[in-house]
């Protein structure tokens, strides 16, 4: 797998794409998520150290407001080249922004690279024969974008559903509900790997520079997929990391 793994990387242009994983200090749903120990290390260190063992980045960076996260990622052996504007690290800044924001000053500073991931820290498990995969996708097609997504069995067209005016329910797809989930259309959900082509995404003069209606899907198992948005998830992750059930 390994050989694999490095003739993809050799038949990628000259520069090797990079890898941004955004964290923030002020998370709400976990609080101190980023930071919070398991076995030991924080968790930023897991998707950290999966990313550089890699070794399909020439970089990677980790964006950041926060000072105590910036030092514990640099323990772990990621760049911080600069600490991020608090006015970019509340809960109402979109991804994008913060994106475009991390680019920008990165090409200032004389990096050079065609291909970014941006890697979610709360999705610590994405396997690398994914990310390479999916960066092949995006070459191979010339894409702006592609996420990676599992097929989800939640489906608006059949169990999720919404509350009326009237404290009733109601299906999120307004249809003839299936007779089973079997025969509802599949729905994916989105996980944290998101590769980009840096010239397409830096277009000016766009409101949204992640499209999704230009997105090509990768996808992925669901376990490789958990994202750590509740104390659940995140007791989840620890025994999988505890238990030895995953390796970066």
């Known amino acids: ?36 120990l398991i076995a030991g290390k924080p968790l930023i260190h897991y998707t950290i150290k999966s990313t550089l063992k890699s070794n399909i980045f020439s970089h990677v960076f980790v964006s950041t407001e926060d000072t105590k996260i910036a030092s514990l990622s640099k323990k772990s052996g990621a760049e911080v080249p600069f600490l991020r504007p608090n006015s970019l690290a509340d809960d109402k800044t979109p991804m994008d922004a913060v994106l475009v924001h991390f680019i920008e000053k990165l090409i200032e500073l004389g990096y050079a690279f065609d291909t970014f991931v941006w890697r979610d820290c709360t999705v610590p498990f994405i396997r690398n024969e994914d990310i390479i995969g999916s960066i092949n996708l995006l070459k191979k097609k010339k894409a702006n974008l592609v996420v990676g997504v599992y097929e989800q069995h939640l489906n608006p067209y059949y169990n999720v559903v919404e509350k009326t005016s009237t404290n009733h329910l109601k299906l999120v797809k307004k249809i003839t509900r299936p007779v089973s989930r079997q025969k509802a259309p599949k729905v994916y959900q989105m996980n944290g790997l998101h590769t980009y082509d840096v010239k397409k995404f830096l277009i000016p003069k766009r409101k949204i520079h992640t499209e999704l209606n230009k997105a090509l899907p990768y996808t992925i198992p669901i376990e490789s997929g958990l994202m750590i948005d509740t104390e659940f998830e995140f007791q989840i992750a620890r025994l999988f990391i505890e238990n030895k059930l995953w390796k970066p």
Do not use: D, H, Y
């Not at 990387?9 to 976990?30: D, E, F, H």
């Open 1 to 36: 797998m390994e050989k694999k793994f490095n003739r993809s990387i050799r038949q990628w242009n000259l520069m090797k794409p990079i890898c941004i994983i955004p964290a923030r200090g002020g998370s709400k749903g976990v609080p101190g998520k980023n930071t919070r």
